[in-house]
């Protein structure tokens, strides 16, 4: 849970912007856009784990 906690707190500026209108979607696009795509899969992967487990 403590894992979970952590990456939360990683992401939660990114969060808290995504939910402004208009700045989230730019912020999103270009968030998505800087990632290369071999590590999204690893980040899915991530997630979905961190959901099995809580």
Known sequence: ???A???YD?????IRHEQKIGFGL???????LALEPLSV???A???RQ???TT
Not at 10 to 14: A, C, Q, R
Not at 26 to 32: C, G, H
């Open 5 to 7: 906690e952590d990456l």
């Open 41 to 43: 899969v690893p980040l």
């Open 26 to 32: 730019a912020l999103r696009k270009e968030t998505l």
């Open 50 to 52: 961190l959901m099995l």
């Open 1 to 3: 849970m403590e894992a």
């Open 45 to 47: 992967r991530l997630v």
């Open 10 to 14: 990683i992401y939660l500026p990114l």
